[in-house]
């Protein structure tokens, strides 16, 4: 029967949910067999910013798995764009205008899946018209897969999750990164890591910015921050945040949108404070 829908034909009739978890369950678990067992390291932007077969190879895997079922859709992947900041400002912009775009980031926390440091995972989001609806963040070594679609809640393993309940920052874990770009990223992070450590319960930084989103979103984190992140990094974590009744937004307190890179995501409590030490460290940005 021809398809009289404007819809382009889904194999299946799968959901956009249902795509994303099957891929990114799928695909984190051909990575974490490849632990240990890849051949070559790639440097990228800089000695600190590294690839591996196994991050082109996973990427490669969800574009096959996601376009077979949407082929209609956008994609937007980590390892399709040059590195450095310009670059992907521009790759960005060059699917600005899509309706549908996948957001995907094959390996977040490469550095430690090189390493064997069980902190990385698969982040796949879903945008409509520039705007997150489904998030799924998969971390293949405690196997907890973590997602989010747009007024639904979010969960993990079938559990709602709930931000946490810390009020002030001095009752808060907060996790923040050490950027890889270490001319201008590194140096503005360590200026808030100097301002925020002194302040907080403590300080985690485990090398995954999409997972401490996602530890965000379930309370085992009351907020993340971090400098010179790129979509990929942020997008599912995004949205699982803003379903578990947090906050995120760029580190000057603006809302969310794809084109941030510098991000605080936190329990809704402690954003207002957490933001404004930042601000006062000068500590937002480049
Ligand atoms: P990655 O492993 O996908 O590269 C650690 O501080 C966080 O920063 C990780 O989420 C890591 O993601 C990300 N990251 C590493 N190098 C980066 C770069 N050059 N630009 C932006 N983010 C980077
Ligand atoms: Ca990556």
């Known amino acids: 029967m021809e398809n009289v829908n404007k819809e382009p034909y889904v194999v299946g009739g799968k959901s956009y949910t249902a795509v994303a978890i099957n891929t990114a369950a799928k695909t984190g678990q051909w990575i974490k067999s490849k632990l ?7 440097v990228k932007y800089s000695s600190q910013d590294l690839v591996t077969e196994v991050d082109k190879g996973s990427e490669k895997m969800i574009r096959k798995l996601i376009m077979t079922h949407f082929p209609q859709h956008s994609f937007l992947g980590e390892e399709g764009v040059e590195p450095g900041p310009a670059a992907s ?3 960005l ?3 600005s205008h899509a309706e549908y775009l996948w957001i995907v980031d094959p390996i977040d926390g490469t550095t430690n899946f090189i390493h064997g440091f069980p902190f990385y995972t698969v982040s796949i989001a879903l945008a409509y018209k520039g705007e997150v609806i489904v998030g799924v963040v998969y971390d293949p070594s405690s196997d907890e897969l973590f997602v989010a679609e747009k007024g639904k809640g979010a969960y993990v393993h079938g559990k709602k999750m709930q931000v946490s309940a810390d009020d002030k920052l001095s009752n808060s874990l907060i ?5 890889s770009d270490r001319n201008t990223a590194l140096p503005i992070n360590l200026k808030g890591i100097q301002s925020i450590a002194p302040k907080v319960r403590n300080i985690r930084s485990a090398g995954s910015a999409a997972l401490h989103l996602a530890y ?8 993340f921050w971090e400098i010179g992140l790129n979509s990929w990094d942020i997008a599912a974590g995004a949205l699982l945040i803003q379903e578990s009744g947090g906050t995120i937004t ?3 307190g603006k809302p969310y949108s794809l084109a941030v890179r510098n991000v605080i995501g936190s329990n809704t409590l402690i954003h207002g404070e957490l933001q404004q030490e930042l601000s006062a460290a000068e500590a937002t940005g480049f």
Not at 36 to 42: A, L, P, Q
């Open 250 to 252: 760029d580190t000057e």
């Open 216 to 223: 965000v979103a379930d309370g085992r984190l009351s907020g």
């Open 175 to 179: 996790a923040t990164g050490f950027p």
């Open 89 to 91: 400002a521009l790759a």
């Open 93 to 95: 912009q060059n699917v």
């Open 36 to 42: 240990g067992d890849f051949n070559s390291i790639d």
